[in-house]
């Protein structure tokens, strides 16, 4: 038994995301069942896809219940376990929620998955090998399924899932064109991450402007795209693409506070004989351990060295989950708990 | 040496095409060169994609010059060959163009392709066992790829490629729902092409409409669409689309006169994990032979029994067009030459 802090969802936004919609609350750990395991958690990953969560209408997941804490993915050691798989000392990987702890049923396929933090850092296994490394994998390697030589791009290039694209996408032998929000971003893209070029679409008043920048960019056209942002950035991208290009969608960001979304020109599908392709990571387990094993192995050997923001303390975590919807996070956004 | 009528494109139209773009003029058709056979058309295809050909801007093919014969499929008989290949009497299909008579390079790959009329109506080789068949078939196998039981279903249903596509997508065993405009072409679509349902678009005032009476007609949703038109029709369908489902882009004749056509909900492509495929049959031309053997054996055999709008004489082709695009063709649109 260990005292417990859960962040829970205490109302719906209108719009944009608030502090307000979130509530800490906190209860004992419950004893433990046969089977079950209790991990204390290190760290909590913070991703886009729990503003969707957070709203009533259809979406490809359940909403999340008002009162229940907040999904999320965790990695932590597990200090008490009645199920023979799990001991003491452990270092496991879960969906353990906005929390200090999690009770889990060892048992449920995937629930917790054991790592071995001698070669990776612990809370790496949220980022780069981890949900967000196995999204740019199958994206890149499910969808665009590239050629050397290709150009390919990405949105959001500095974040957890946009650095492993880039290191995926040159091992490849394709030339890897990011786009991301600041100087800052884009600088470390190109000098540390190893993309050719970043554009920095903040400096683009609309689509047009972007495109153009991209024209320079990639001058042998866009052959790849893996769309984590929507909008703005994926209009641009069309525009420039090349006849039988493909487009990886895994995120939306921009759409989440119900702001109209249109594609400006969809046309270009037929115009380019286009394959525009959503996918969810969770949905495709049968390519996470190939997927693992070289997000591990690229990792460990140095040629995918990803950069964390951490926010400290479990109350800090929704501050720093609505900065992440507006891009205030580098790289992949974590709350350590311990 | 007979006399021809060529219709070539004398402007590029601003905004919606007119009678005027285009110019008759005749002359003379030269003596043939060794290899070359001289072909008398009986039919010339009126196609939607012919408009795009008649912009200046990028599409997925070179825009048409001006002063040149418009392009077309057309088929005819072989009034005089100097090709061992081909002899006079010969029934042939090709892109001879928007005029009485060509002479065809008989070495050129694909230019000419001989076809049977014992079981096959001439005609039809220009719609269901020609382009807009293959067309259909190559969006359905293979983009769409049905299971059987599942819910399908195309815009502009009442036309060559719709009726087509129906016809292949029952014997799959899927339910077929049609899309098109005015009672009398609804009614053809389910009384004589033995659609399951056909929605009136005209009925709808937008796609939010249209939409419903889509749910209606999808009880179980939709998990592969036919894409001829987009704009209004698309948008409907995607709010209406399953998990995995599929769309095969073929036609996006709303926007051919230049007006913007946005995708209005193009998050709708990762919610439901969609996928949204552009291509053109013309570069497939290795499914021509399997798809143009179950098309022909359903025309053969009655299963498929393709409507067809016939303009007499090469004057009429301008205003048939012009009808085409916007709709008030029923069935394959043709223009009857001999």
């Not at 060295?305 to 996070?329: C, D, I, Q, T, Y």
Request: proline residues 4%; hydrophobic residues 40%.
């Amino acid at each position: 038994m260990a005292q417990n802090f859960q962040i829970v969802l205490d109302s719906r936004p209108q719009g944009e995301a608030q502090a307000s919609n979130f509530k800490i609350v906190n209860c004992d750990t419950p004893s433990l069942q046969d089977g079950q395991v209790l991990v204390r958690h290190h760290f909590l990953s913070l991703d886009p896809y729990m503003r969707g969560r957070m709203n009533d209408n259809k979406s490809y997941a359940q909403p999340q219940a008002i009162g229940e804490v907040m999904i999320g993915g965790t990695v932590g050691e597990v200090v008490e376990s009645r199920h023979p798989k799990f001991k003491a000392g452990d270092t496991v990987v879960g969906m353990g929620g906005w929390q200090n702890y999690s009770v889990v049923d060892g048992n449920a396929m995937g629930a917790l998955r054991k790592v071995n933090t001698t070669q990776v850092p612990m809370s790496h296994y949220l980022g780069a090998v981890g949900m967000p490394g196995v999204t740019a994998w199958y994206g890149l390697v499910k969808i665009i399924a590239p050629k050397a030589g290709e150009t390919l791009t990405v949105s959001a290039a500095s974040g957890a899932v946009g650095s492993a694209f880039g290191a995926l996408a040159k091992a490849r032998g394709c030339r890897v064109v990011g786009i991301a929000g600041g100087k800052e971003k884009c600088d470390y893209v190109v000098k540390e991450l190893g993309f050719d070029e970043c554009i920095d679409y903040k400096e683009h008043a609309d689509y047009i402007s972007l495109s153009k920048a991209l024209k320079l960019a990639c001058p042998k056209g866009i052959d790849g795209h893996f769309e984590n942002v929507g909008g703005m950035v994926l209009d641009a991208v069309m525009l420039r693409s090349n006849a039988f290009s493909r487009i990886a969608v895994c995120g939306m960001i921009a759409g989440y506070n119900g702001a109209p979304l249109p594609m400006h020109t969809p046309s270009l599908i037929l115009i380019n004989r286009m394959k525009i392709e959503g996918f969810i990571v969770s949905e495709h387990m049968e390519v996470w351990p190939e997927a693992l094993q070289e997000l591990g192995a690229m990792v460990g050997g140095g040629q995918l060295r990803p950069r964390e923001s951490v926010a400290m303390g479990l109350a800090a975590a929704p501050e720093a989950f609505l900065g992440l919807l507006k891009g205030k996070n580098f790289g992949k956004q974590l709350v350590k708990l311990i």
